[in-house]
């Protein structure tokens, strides 16, 4: 990292706290935490210490965490990340079951911009058996901050390596860009682009978004739509999304059939997540997705 990639100090920081504006926090080797003054909107945590880095929590507009973090029932579930089950056979989702796996391991920041849109910029390596397969450079944004929404900006190119990469589902539809809900939002509901609001329906069917909506474990309800980027090679996405026994959404890109990529050749997607408080309503979410596809 360059000094002039980094664009927050400690004291600018604090700063921001006291003013109540947007700030970031860095715990070097663990996490970078999104803020708005002291309401935390997201975390993006990186350790190697884990097989893969992701965001969790990711907050409700109160700061209510909305996302599950190495559940017992599902450890390799890690708040919001983007995985695979089967690239070139190596299982990048997984942790413990048997099989061949990967991890994406992070390498660096290119850039930690604590200033208004907040963003991080990191490489990561998918490394199978000491070979590095893909290298993905992730952009973690948030585009805009109010007091109804916390929006979250996610790109990630895959850049293939010397080697032809097959990203597969086999079987594993939800691959893809995945939130693992918190307990309170188990057995909830689902509404997306088209209407659809029967999960077994929802379920598979390509939508410009898909959301999500539980319990916010206060007595309330709280919810997080997916929706696609408009540079996204296949579109529209189509989108995984269960509710029993736990609750779990995901833009699965390869739900029906694989992604490969030729040595050298890039993939982008991005896909902005929003949480919102309430129940999903569709002409409020379109409105939420308008103002941030034109910034």
């Keep these: 990292m360059t000094r002039r990639s980094i664009l927050f100090t400690p004291l600018a920081a604090r700063a921001a706290a006291a003013a109540g504006g947007p700030r970031l926090e860095h715990k070097t080797g663990e996490k970078v935490s999104f803020l708005y003054g002291d309401r935390l909107l997201f975390e993006y945590r990186y350790t190697r210490a884990k097989p893969k880095s992701y965001v969790h929590p990711l907050c409700s507009p109160d700061g209510t965490p909305l996302t599950l973090d190495s559940p017992h029932d599902h450890v390799h579930h890690r708040g919001l990340m983007l995985a695979w089950s089967d690239v070139n056979g190596y299982d990048f989702w997984g942790e413990e079951n048997p099989g061949r796996h990967g991890k994406i391991v992070f390498e660096r920041f290119d850039q930690i911009h604590g200033r208004a849109p907040l963003s991080i910029a990191s490489v990561e390596h998918w490394v199978a058996d000491g070979e590095v397969l893909l290298v993905e450079r992730r952009t973690i944004r948030a585009p805009r901050i109010s007091p109804d929404a916390v929006r979250l900006e996610w790109t990630s190119e895959l850049t293939a390596q010397g080697k032809p990469v097959v990203l597969s589902a086999k079987g594993h539809e939800y691959n893809g860009l995945g939130i693992r809900f918190a307990r309170g939002m188990d057995g909830g509901s689902v509404l997306n682009a088209a209407g659809e609001n029967d999960i077994a329906k ?21 919810g997080v739509a997916i929706a696609e980027g408009p540079e996204n090679s296949r579109r529209p996405t189509p989108f995984f999304v269960m509710n029993q026994p736990f609750g779990y959404l995901s833009a699965a890109p390869t739900f029906r059939e694989p992604l490969e990529l030729k040595p050298g050749q890039s993939l982008t997607l991005r896909y902005h997540v929003i949480t919102f408080a309430g129940p999903a309503e569709a002409e409020r979410i379109n409105k939420l997705i308008a103002g941030l596809r034109k910034k």
């Design 202 to 222: 929802a379920n598979g069917q390509a939508a410009e978004w898909c959301a999500y909506t539980g319990g916010d474990g206060k007595g309330g309800s709280a």
